[in-house]
Structures are given as structure tokens and as C-alpha cells.
T-cell receptor, first 116, second 110 residues
Framework: SAVISQKPSRDICQRGTSLTIQCQVD?????MFWYRQQPGQSLTLIAT?????????ESGFVIDKFPISRPNLTFSTLTVSNMSPEDSSIYLC?????????????FGPGTRLLVL | GQQVMQIPQYQHVQEGEDFTTYCNSS?????IQWYKQRPGGHPVFLIQ?????EVKKQKRLTFQFGEAKKNSSLHITATQTTDVGTYFC??????????FGTGTRLTIIP
């Protein structure tokens, strides 16, 4: 299993500002993902963070709003740019790993963001 | 697009009662996974089902994958307060992206 840490764990931000969330994994992983979970909702995939190349964004998410870096196989950042109250969510990074012989996803503890 | 729906959205049960959540996909799934998210926590992997009609058990939890590989269920026997949380199914539609279901939030009444 993978151990994942995220910073910050929570933040309260003013609209119009940007916040960068860091995700650190204790081992090298190929696949790393960023999800958003709005209050009481399911998880929505924002993008796949690719090491050495641009992230792959899902429909409805764009690089200008959610720039992602993946400088190596253990670290990634997600920036939420020009924030509005609608960006208030939990942001989770996850990695693909193996539980026995099964590929599963391990999630970080999440970053709880409130935009005022 | 590919969607995974779950019912019910919320379930309140008396401690000791059984609980079931159902997961339905618009298209055939390669496999299905189940995750549990405790209040204030992050999703944690529970199990994966791959074969049509597959049934797996984990203590009081029984997981089933439908014959057509479009639906799945999670049944908890004799719920306990530790079962509180939101249960998500998640499926791969043949690509590498996991699509999460809408989730069922379980509340236990002591």
C-alpha cells in the first residue's frame, strides 16, 4: 500500500486568490490523480498527473484553472486558481497501487478548501 | 457519458439491522470496486469484483457483481456503529479511469 500526505490539510481563502496543494507519496508511482469532492457529493476526477508531460484533464476542467505539476514519481501539486466560492470542496490526490494482485486507488487525506 | 448511480442516497438503520446499497452503470463495466469513506475521512478500498455473477464476502459484508456486469450490490448484515460512512462503488469502463458512483451515506441509530 502507499502512504500519501497532502498539504495543507485545510485552508480558508479569499475569492480571486490561488492555492497550491501538495501531494507526497512514500514510494514511486506511475499513476497519480486529482479528485474534487464537493460537500456531500461523490468524487469527480479533475485530471491525471503525468510525470514529465502535461496533465490529462477531464471534461469540465482546464489547465488555466487547475494547473498541475508532476516533477517526479513521488510528488505532485494542484493549484486552484482565481478561486470563487464554488471552488469550496475537498481536493484529494490518489495513486494507483496494488492490494495483493489487484490495482486499486489509495487516497490522500484530502485538502478541505473554503473560499469566501 | 459513463455514469454510475447508487441507491439509496441516504440510509438510516437501527443498529443490528441489515443494510444494502445498489450500484447501477449505464454501460458494461470491466470490473467494479467498492470504497468506504468515514465521516471526515478519505475513501478506502474495500474490494474488487471482476467476473460476471461474482460474490465475495468480508465478514458481515457481501458484495455481488451482476450477470451483465452493469450492476453491483453491497449488503451489510447486522450493522454496527463502526459501519457508519459513505459507501461508493467505482468502475472501470475499459479505460484507466475510475468512475465513482454517487454514494450511499449510512447512518446507524444506536
Amino acid at each position: 500500500s502507499a502512504v500519501i500526505s497532502q498539504k495543507p490539510s485545510r485552508d480558508i481563502c479569499q475569492r480571486g486568490t490561488s492555492l497550491t496543494i501538495q501531494c507526497q507519496v512514500d514510494s514511486q508511482v506511475t499513476m497519480m490523480f486529482w479528485y474534487r469532492q464537493q460537500p456531500g457529493q461523490s468524487l469527480t476526477l479533475i485530471a491525471t498527473a503525468n510525470q514529465g508531460s502535461e496533465a490529462t484533464y477531464e471534461s469540465g476542467f482546464v489547465i488555466d484553472k487547475f494547473p498541475i505539476s508532476r516533477p517526479n514519481l513521488t510528488f505532485s501539486t494542484l493549484t486552484v486558481s482565481n478561486m470563487s466560492p464554488e471552488d469550496s470542496s475537498i481536493y484529494l490526490c490518489s495513486v494507483e497501487g496494488e492490494t495483493g494482485a489487484i490495482e486499486t486507488q489509495y487516497f490522500g487525506p484530502g485538502t478541505r478548501l473554503l473560499v469566501l | 457519458g459513463q455514469q454510475v448511480m447508487q441507491i439509496p442516497q441516504y440510509q438510516h438503520v437501527q443498529e443490528g439491522e441489515d443494510f444494502t446499497t445498489y450500484c447501477n452503470s449505464s454501460t458494461t463495466l470491466s470490473n467494479i470496486q467498492w470504497y468506504k469513506q468515514r465521516p471526515g475521512g478519505h475513501p478506502v478500498f474495500l474490494i474488487q469484483l471482476v467476473k460476471s455473477g461474482e460474490v465475495k464476502k468480508q465478514k458481515r459484508l457481501t458484495f455481488q457483481f451482476g450477470e451483465a456486469k452493469k450492476n453491483s450490490s453491497l449488503h451489510i448484515t447486522a450493522t454496527q456503529t463502526t459501519d457508519v460512512g459513505t459507501y461508493f462503488c467505482a468502475g472501470y469502463f475499459g479505460n484507466e479511469k475510475l468512475t465513482f458512483g454517487t454514494g450511499t451515506r449510512l447512518t446507524i441509530i444506536p
